[in-house]
């Protein structure tokens, strides 16, 4: 049972143009977001978070959008770059006892020059 | 300010046998948590230490086994390797079990089992 799912697995985008990124989320109880790249031989990097609370935050050229009711999130890059090719991650965490993270299974982006 | 740092980077097993992998957290954070990523999955919680004791598990069999030490550092150990636990391990620390501030991961074990 998939609670966090991204269900593109890759994405192809040219370089200056909008990479977008969407993540779905099934359970209610998470209440913040991530989003982390990973280069490979390299451990996931954070990117970007928001809070539940909100439904916008943006970070230099990444955006990330969230959208309660529907349980969507969504990574908007801007201008888009060959360096931001890599592979993405969704990741949630509930108000819990812990700061576990449920992770997506991943998008693989190809930013073309 | 000093990242999380793990080794091994990379290990090769057989199977039944027992591994240990190391990680040291970053500077200034009290919480390691760690997850394991099969071949084109996401990261899986394994399990979350927080002053030295265990603070939430995941899906996970009791021959996954970890340690926290004084400064934070952190062990995971699997017994009985199998086929399956072949996968990138993942370590990450953050300042609190509590606050949601962002993990940070290290490059991970690779480890293989035959």
């Known amino acids: 049972d998939q609670q966090v799912k991204q269900n593109s697995p890759s994405l192809s985008v040219q370089e200056g143009r909008i990479s977008i990124l969407n993540c779905d989320y099934t359970?209610?109880?998470?209440?913040?977001f991530l989003w982390y790249k990973k280069y490979p031989a390299e451990g996931p990097t954070f990117l970007i978070s928001?809070?539940?609370?909100?439904d916008k935050n943006e970070d230099g050229r990444f955006t990330v959008f969230l959208n309660k009711s529907a349980k969507h999130l969504s990574l908007h890059i801007v201008p888009s770059q060959p360096g931001d090719s890599a592979v993405y991650f969704c990741?949630?965490?509930?108000?819990?006892?812990?700061?576990?993270?449920?992770f997506g299974k991943g998008i693989t982006l190809s930013v073309r020059p | 300010e000093t990242g999380v740092t793990q080794s091994p980077t990379h290990l090769i097993k057989t199977r039944g046998q027992q591994v240990t992998l190391r990680c040291s957290s970053q500077?200034?954070?009290?919480?390691v948590s760690w997850y394991q990523q099969a071949l084109g999955q996401g990261p899986q919680f394994i399990f979350q230490?927080?002053?030295?004791?265990?603070?939430g598990r995941g899906n996970f069999p009791p021959r996954f086994s970890g340690l926290q030490f004084p400064n934070y550092s952190s062990e995971l150990n699997v017994n009985a390797l199998e086929l399956d636990d072949s996968a990138l391990y993942l370590c990450?620390?953050?300042?609190?079990?509590?606050?949601?501030?962002?993990?940070?991961f290290g490059d991970g074990t690779r480890l293989s089992i035959l």
């Open positions: 500077s200034g954070h009290n919480t």
């Open positions: 990741a949630a965490s509930d108000a819990g006892a812990n700061s576990k993270l449920t």
């Open positions: 230490y927080y002053r030295e004791e265990e603070n």
């Open positions: 990450a620390s953050s300042d609190s079990p509590y606050s949601n501030q962002p993990q940070h």
């Open positions: 928001i809070s539940s609370i909100k």
């Open positions: 359970n209610s109880m998470f209440d913040y």
